[in-house]
């Protein structure tokens, strides 16, 4: 090698030596990078993947599931999952790997201390883990379950803050959310108590296994010197072993602690199957202009529907016919299943019994392209915190925006010379729920978000209700100049929003109990009448 | 513990598990490092204190000196 003295193999094995370690943790420091890439990279990918099954549900899914739920899974749930579980489960397979090299080492150089060593590590960390095993996965259920309920004691008392204020019931909502906030940390509080223990715990260890390594040795009559170089290695190694045992013990109680988060990911994930026929992926549906599906009729064919877990059924039985361009009304008292029967026709609800038929060619093949064809007015808008160009060509990317469309669609709403008026025009923002406009306003946006993509069928139910009457009558007014044109089916309390429909469907306990027009059922229908008169 | 280690990687796809599989064998290269860093040192002093070596390196050392 051509060293000139002692001293000199030592500068080169120093050099040797930093050469050795500065390559082994620049290995470590990229073997880290590309472990935690990899963690957020899955993060991502399940959460999209969580987030896409979510909004592929059939519509009894939302019917069934909390909101605040969901928002938990996808928000906190998913990351909890990756940043704590699976990088903790890389943790574990890391440290396992080194005690398991380490280990190899140290039996290589000294079996006998090696084996009492491993064991004594070994038992005492099972024992730790036993120890918390239970009460760490009760702890983060805990969490879990408070963590949620945060979550929807905070969207109960800001969605309803009017009536909350008006009420005077602050205390209340603020009572509830202190109850689960106090449970929630207290859960933190004990697990991260536990996860400071591990340190300690395995340190004791550590230094009464090295002790007894010595002790073991020494009875050996082993010689002060070897014994020394001996008692140098174990200490490296128990100071790196200890570091791993100390982060699996840690890993371990973090992953017990947040498997909620991977049973509800995983729940999810496996029980919402991509398999679900209304799960699938819609086709690239051309954003604006009628599609050509609906060209004679309409047909429900003995329809039978009811809610999961409801006693009995919503709808009964029901059949009628609709021909393309004709206008219904359907009446009836509050419960009579006239919202379930547009969420049938909607293809939101599948029947239990029945077909839906669209020019006599079963709905269920074509859901996509029939939804596509249909505009829906709810009682409710959600209007997003955006402008109202956005708010009206709604989930549209702003390339494919059609602006003339979206005036277009306002006019027809009524909605035409108000937006002309403001100075911002389309770019407005509505604010939180459209907190910043009236709530006939927000109403008409509803409409013309349903007339942006000139639908073949406008579906309203009761999307009159919270308008003014005069506000109803140019609305009413504007849809009479739709006639013919379009398809309706309009629910109404209002009776004077359906009053020109060439028919109307009283309906009562999921049947049509009478059908005819507004005159015919006047005339021969005297629940029909005592609603009119109480109505207007 | 095994339930949820099988649980968490039935979440990932079947190329991420490749992938996984291809991180585990890197990171049992980063324990072999690991290993080689904590068997150096103790070596190292190991080999500064014989005097086996010592006198060897003195035998080659002394004619060039």
Same mark, same amino acid.
């Given at each position: 090698?051509? @060293?000139? %003295?002692?001293? %000199?193999?030592?500068? +080169? ?30 993060? *991502? ?16 899914? *939302? ?12 928000? &906190? ?18 440290? /396992? ?55 929807? +004691? ?24 202190? /109850? ?48 020394? /170089?001996?008692?140098?290695? @174990? ?27 991977? %049973? ?26 009628? !599609? ?56 939101? /609800? ?31 808008? *959600? ?33 035409? !010379? ?16 459209? &907190? ?37 009558? !140019? ?46 059922? +006047? ?14 | ?65």
């Amino acid at each position: 090698m051509g @060293f000139q %003295d002692y001293r %000199d193999f030592v500068q +080169w094995f120093c050099a040797a030596l930093m050469g050795v370690y500065v390559l082994k943790n620049s290995y470590l420091a990229w073997l880290s990078y590309v472990q935690t890439q990899f963690v957020y990279h899955q993060q *991502y990918k399940v959460s999209r993947r969580l987030m896409s099954r979510y909004l592929r549900q059939p519509y009894t899914f *939302y019917l069934q599931r909390n909101t605040a739920e969901i928002l938990r899974n996808l928000n &906190v749930e998913v990351p909890d999952l990756f940043t704590e579980v699976m990088r903790d489960i890389l943790i574990i397979l890391t440290e /396992l790997l080194v005690i398991l090299c380490v280990s190899a080492l140290l039996l290589a150089v000294e079996p006998l201390s090696t084996l009492v060593a491993v064991m004594v590590l070994g038992v005492s960390s099972l024992v730790f883990y036993q120890l918390v095993r239970r009460p760490v996965g009760r702890w983060g259920k805990q969490q879990h379950y408070h963590m949620g309920q945060m979550m929807q +004691w905070v969207n109960q008392g800001l969605g309803s803050i009017k009536e909350i204020r008006v009420l005077g019931r602050e205390s209340y909502f603020l009572q509830q959310y202190r /109850l689960s906030a106090a449970a929630y940390t207290d859960a933190m509080q004990r697990i991260q108590f536990i996860n400071k223990l591990p340190r300690l715990y395995v340190e004791t260890v550590a230094v009464i296994v090295l002790l007894l390594v010595l002790m073991l040795d020494l009875t050996q009559g082993r010689r002060p010197r070897s014994l020394l /170089l001996l008692l140098s290695l @174990f200490a490296m190694a128990a100071f790196r072993m200890m570091t791993s045992m100390n982060r699996i013990v840690a890993a371990v109680s973090t992953i017990r602690f947040y498997s909620h988060a991977l %049973d509800a990911v995983h729940g999810d994930l496996m029980a919402i199957a991509p398999g679900n026929p209304l799960s699938k992926f819609r086709p690239k549906l051309d954003p604006i202009g009628p !599609s050509p599906l609906l060209q004679h009729s309409i047909e429900l064919d003995r329809i039978s529907y009811t809610y999961p877990e409801a006693q009995s059924p919503t709808l009964q039985n029901l059949s009628f016919k609709l021909r393309r361009g004709e206008a219904i009304g359907i009446a009836g008292p509050s419960g009579a299943g006239k919202t379930t029967l547009v969420d049938v026709l909607l293809g939101l /609800l599948i029947p239990d019994v029945g077909e839906v038929r669209i020019d006599g060619e079963p709905l269920s093949g074509k859901r996509a392209e029939w939804q596509h064809c249909i505009g829906y007015i709810p009682q409710n808008i *959600y209007l997003s915190d955006d402008t109202i160009r956005r708010n009206v060509a709604f989930g549209l990317a702003d390339a494919e925006i059609d602006d003339a469309q979206v005036w277009r669609a306002l006019r027809l709403a009524q909605l035409g !010379s108000f937006t002309e008026l403001l100075s911002q025009q389309l770019d407005t923002r509505v604010g939180e729920m459209g &907190v910043r406009i009236s709530g006939g306003q927000r109403q008409r946006i509803a409409i013309a978000r349903a007339l942006y993509h000139e639908p073949e069928v406008l579906v309203m139910d009761e999307a009159t209700a919270a308008l003014d009457n005069e506000t109803e009558r !140019s609305i009413v007014q504007a849809l009479e100049t739709l006639r013919g044109e379009k398809t309706m089916i309009v629910i109404a309390h209002r009776l004077s929003t359906i009053r020109n429909c060439d028919r109307i469907f009283w309906m009562k306990q999921g049947c049509i109990a009478a059908t005819g027009t507004y005159q015919d059922l +006047w005339a021969h229908n005297a629940e029909f009448r005592d609603m009119v008169g109480h109505a207007d | 513990m095994i339930q949820i280690f099988r649980k968490a990687f039935s979440l990932l796809e079947r190329r991420d598990r490749l992938r996984l599989g291809v991180i585990i064998f890197l990171m049992f290269l980063g324990a072999v490092a690991e290993t080689i860093g904590i068997g150096i040192i103790p070596s190292f002093i190991g080999l500064l204190g014989n005097d086996n070596l010592r006198k060897t390196l003195a035998l080659f050392a002394g004619p060039m000196s």
